[in-house]
């Protein structure tokens, strides 16, 4: 499903080159439920951002559903992360002007889709995650944990077959971090989406299919 | 995504409540210049309605001491025919002090039945019209025929005709002085006169003909004159005039130059306004650019999630642009509703396409300064790196 070839990632000022990630090597398969977890600053969040296409590698390859992603344009890796992708934030990226309806139904907006199939999708999605009763509240309505819920909604609206998740249980407390992971568990297994995770919490990553641990860029595990 | 960005823009109508409010009062600064230059333009595009080169004024007092009218009036007759005779002088005319071009105006009120109108009210005689070559539009122009008759004999222009009569013909027709309360036939009517200069309108007129008392207050001569006339000529004729009549403090003005002069009165206030309207523009583009400028960098985090489910660095950039011209739309609506009042009330009584033009081209210029300042601000939101972007929120 997602293949990442000796994928290497530096960051270079006028004075400092910092090697973020140094020949990653790494096959998630379809369906699989894959955690990252390394200490802060291991480069953790700079793999999935460029497996989620959302920065490009200095060096290496990457290709997602057999599709080679180097060469893609602008327009088409948006299109790519539109129809392929769903993104979950630890600090959940919500747009506070929006109601929840309408910060579900975002990437939607970017698809030829009429309002009505929009409003319906993302009621779909809102019911998934427990929140159909909230949809014409707004972001600084809700808890942190329903808001992780509306961010899931969001990722998920788009039927997308990888989900990528950066912390997304970092901002809550344990009784909310487990009822997030729970939702991620249950749409791995029932709806067979593609998930790779970043965490801290070894708990969590205990619960995907498999680990693999980052240190200075490098992978350990 | 209308409707999307729509939402977003209302439901963040405080934070842009001063941007609306900015907008909104920088169209209604751009609609009174804009209502300026174009009422301006609109007269500068009409015929001025005669001819002032080599037109040359003489005015006088009038030291002539009898109190026998026919005795003055023969007095200056003889003056004309010297005028007449010297081989420069194409035509001379005498008038009232209002002539064209000048800042003397004589005001009052003419009536047709129970319509009553504003004119202007000039006295001159039978050479007026060849002395400025003005143009008949209908009947003819006044002459020693007119000395007798029921009513006094009256020309007037096109603008009063149409006021006083529509597209009817009003020669023949009798029309009264309201403060008189005296009758008077329309004999003739000539294009309007835009005697304020090429920037005013040509405004109501009548034309009454000088009358045998008339040289005791009369101070004005129209002289025109053949291009020969020179400096030297201006020189001989101020000196036979003044041998004519001593002490009667004579001076000669050309109307090329009271055409200058009074259109330096027009153009003063249309400058001063526009550089107002200019520093004021400057300063609305420098708040927009800054606000914007301020809101996508505020904005960094929604920009980067949108690039992240799916929108272009393009995308993007027309989604701000639209931001700010949905913004822009809205407080162009309330500025619009203020600004046709001024048609629909009949302020200052200009005509209603002035105002209409005034709105469009206001409406224009904004849209053009709201995209033109969103669109480096936008660029620049374009090239946001969504990884980067959401990393810092």
Known sequence: MIRLQNIEKVYRTDTIETLALNSINLDVARGEFLSIMGPSGCGKSTLLNIIGLLDLPSKGAISISDQKTDHLSDKQLAQFRNKKLGFIFQSYHLINDLQVLDNVELPLLYRNTTAKERKMLATEALEKVGLANRIKHFPTQLSGGQRQRVAIARAIVGRPEIILADEPTGNLDSAMGNEIMDILISLNRNEGTTIVMVTHDENMAHKTHRLVRLFDGSQVQ | ?393
């Not at chain 2, 003055?72 to 420069?88: R, S, V």
């Open chain 2, 1 to 393: 995504m209308f409707k999307h960005l729509f939402k977003l823009i209302w439901n963040k109508k405080k934070q842009n409540f001063l941007l609306l409010t900015e907008m909104l009062f920088s169209f209604l600064v751009l609609f009174a210049v804009f209502s300026m230059l174009v009422y301006y333009y609109t007269n500068y595009k009409k015929p001025m309605g005669f001819d002032y080169n080599n037109a040359w004024l003489v005015t006088y007092n009038n030291t002539n001491k009898t109190q026998n009218t026919d005795s003055l009036n023969l007095y200056y007759q003889i003056l004309q025919k010297m005028m007449k005779a010297m081989p420069e002088v194409k035509e001379v005319s005498f008038c009232s002090d209002n002539v064209p071009l000048s800042n003397y105006t004589n005001g009052g009120s003419v009536m047709n039945g129970k319509l009553t109108v504003g004119t202007n009210k000039y006295t001159v005689d039978d050479n007026y019209d060849k002395a400025f070559n003005t143009q008949l539009l209908e009947g003819r122009w006044l002459n020693k025929s007119d000395a007798v008759g029921k009513y006094p004999a009256v020309v007037i222009n096109s603008n009063l005709k149409e006021e006083l009569f529509g597209d009817a013909t009003a020669v023949g027709k009798i029309i009264t002085d309201d403060y008189k309360k005296s009758k008077m036939r329309v004999i003739g009517v000539i294009q309007g006169l835009k005697v304020k200069g090429d920037y005013a309108p040509s405004g109501n007129a009548v034309y009454f003909r000088v009358d045998t008392g008339s040289f005791h207050w009369i101070g004005s001569i129209i002289v025109k004159v053949k291009p020969m006339a020179n400096a030297a000529f201006e020189a001989r004729l101020y000196k036979t005039m003044a041998n004519y009549m001593k002490d009667s403090n004579i001076s000669i003005e050309h109307f090329t130059n009271k055409r200058t002069q009074i259109n330096y009165m027009s153009l003063v206030p249309m400058m001063v306004m526009s550089i107002v309207g200019c520093f004021l523009i400057i300063n609305v583009a420098l708040g927009l650019f800054g606000v914007l400028w301020y809101n996508i960098n505020k904005r960094r985090g929604e920009i980067g999630l949108r690039r992240a489910v799916g929108a272009t660095g393009h995308s993007v950039s027309v989604q701000l642009i639209m931001e700010s011209m949905i913004l822009a739309t809205m407080s162009l609506i309330i500025g619009t509703f203020f600004a046709v009042q001024f048609p629909l009330l009949n302020v200052f009584n200009l005509s209603a396409s002035i105002y209409v033009m005034a709105i469009l081209l206001s409406i224009v210029f904004i849209y053009l300064l709201v995209f033109l300042c969103s669109l480096y601000p936008g660029r620049q939101a374009a090239a946001i790196y969504p990884a980067v972007a959401l990393h810092e929120e």
